[in-house]
């Protein structure tokens, strides 16, 4: 299966205008569907229909043979995703749709299929949701083209609940670009009228992707593609009199540019631009602001503010190398933190009644993910900063199993705080400055 999705890609990468109209036999296909559902998680919190993944494995084999004739047969209806609400950790909730397991294996199937079609289609400047991407991808590209690329004007957007206004008439319409097969198009459009259960109340889907299916990251990647990507890249940025970059993850994005004339036109064109989609920018997390080289040393004057801003659980700032060169800081979103100590606290004290051993256990794997993802080049004082904050955290809520104190700092120092992961920087995306690359320079 891998090797038909491969050679899709090849196709389309060597016929871009190509139209696929045979796409069903890739959906149907029993090892394709085995191999979903190999990938499946089986932790996954199971959808309307109550079933898990070890549920399903009990003679998995006629499932999946049943199944496949039912998306042959376009008698395959998609279940209502069920609604749930995860905490943002400021009071506020995100939705979730959490799919049927049974739908987990088609929306998977469906998203190989996709991504194996827009892959080589997609543009650079995308980094959410592709292989072989990721976050740290996204910040490295971002540095480099603000040291290297004579960035001075930057402008941070985020779009205003992207996956509850996508429009599906617009979505469909971008599919078939690329997709003739009539059939295939029908059952992606049964998934994005499946539908919401929330508290045994139905509610019908006429725009938006939920937040959960495994099919709606890529979706919302063509969808952004050609509303986005594309605009910018090939009819915006051509039009610059200076240089101009996106950068995009998912539904954050921030475009770098060397005049101020330019960023100020792409903040009024971007707005009309998503208008025509159906789309929104958010205004408190949208804004234009000087930043790149030459605000070193310059006082911040308004009404430009000051030069920071957010992206991607990051705060960067115009910092100085230790030679007095400038590079692209960066340290912990302070918002981000609070929020992600707020849940640990609110997870540590629903672990009291299990015992230290799975406090600690769980402290652990928090942690060693935060040093993961927040252990990169510049950001050492945020990452101890909040591994010295959680660490607190962990020794009053192990004082708390009891009435009686049974833990002192001394004994908390010496016995529990060297299991926990080192602090370390493990990314590092400082870029090579422009000057070390030059023709004959004893620095490369």
């Known amino acids: 299966m891998t090797t038909k999705l491969e050679r899709f890609t090849l196709m389309a990468l060597e016929e871009p205008h190509t139209r696929f109209t045979s796409l069903m036999g890739l959906l149907f296909d029993p090892a394709g569907l085995s191999a979903s559902f190999g990938r499946q998680d089986g932790r996954k919190a199971p959808g309307v229909d109550g079933i898990r993944k070890d549920d399903y494995a009990q003679d998995v084999g006629a499932r999946l043979t049943d199944l496949s004739a039912r998306i042959r047969q376009l008698g395959y209806q998609p279940l209502p995703v069920r609604r749930t609400y995860i905490p943002k950790g400021d009071g506020r909730y995100r939705p979730l749709g959490v799919p049927s397991f049974e739908d987990r294996l088609v929306q998977d199937r469906l998203s190989q299929i996709l991504q194996a079609i827009w892959e080589p289609e997609f543009c650079d400047c995308s980094y959410g949701f592709r292989p072989e991407r990721s976050a740290h991808d996204a910040l490295r590209r971002m540095a480099d083209v603000i040291t290297n690329g004579r960035t001075q004007w930057v402008v941070e957007a985020d779009i205003k609940g992207f996956f509850d206004h996508l429009s599906h008439t617009h979505l469909m319409r971008f599919l078939e670009h690329r997709i003739a097969d009539p059939n295939f198009l029908r059952i992606v459009r049964r998934f994005l009228k499946a539908g919401i259960m929330e508290d045994g109340a139905f509610t019908a889907s006429d725009a938006g992707a939920p937040q959960g299916g495994l099919v709606s990251p890529v979706l919302s990647n063509i969808y ?221």
């Open 224 to 444: 952004l593609h050609y509303v986005l990507d594309l605009w910018f890249e090939k009819r915006f940025a051509v039009n610059c009199a200076g240089n101009a970059y996106l950068i995009r993850y998912a539904d954050d994005y921030v475009a770098c540019f060397e005049q101020e004339a330019d960023a100020r036109a792409f903040l009024g064109a971007m707005t009309e631009r998503l208008a025509e989609f159906d789309l929104e920018i958010e205004p408190t997390k949208t804004a234009l602001l000087r930043f790149g080289s030459q605000c070193l040393g310059e006082a911040v004057v308004r009404p430009h503010g000051e030069r920071t801003f957010s992206f991607l659980g990051f705060t960067h700032y115009v910092g100085r190398s230790r030679r007095g060169r400038f590079v692209v800081g960066r340290k912990t979103d302070a918002k981000r933190m609070h929020k992600k100590l707020k849940l640990l606290n609110e997870h540590l004290r629903r672990l009291r009644a299990e015992g230290g051993k799975a406090m600690l256990a769980f402290f652990v794997r928090h942690t060693r993910g935060h040093i993961q993802y927040y252990g990169v080049s510049g950001n050492s004082r945020g990452l101890g900063a909040y591994l010295y904050a959680a660490a607190g955290l962990l020794f009053k809520w192990l004082n708390r199993r009891s009435q009686r104190r049974s833990l002192t700092w001394k004994h908390f120092t010496a016995y529990i705080r060297p299991l926990f992961p080192k602090a370390r920087i493990l990314h590092d995306l400082y870029p090579i400055p422009w000057w070390k690359t030059q023709t004959g320079s004893r620095m490369v």
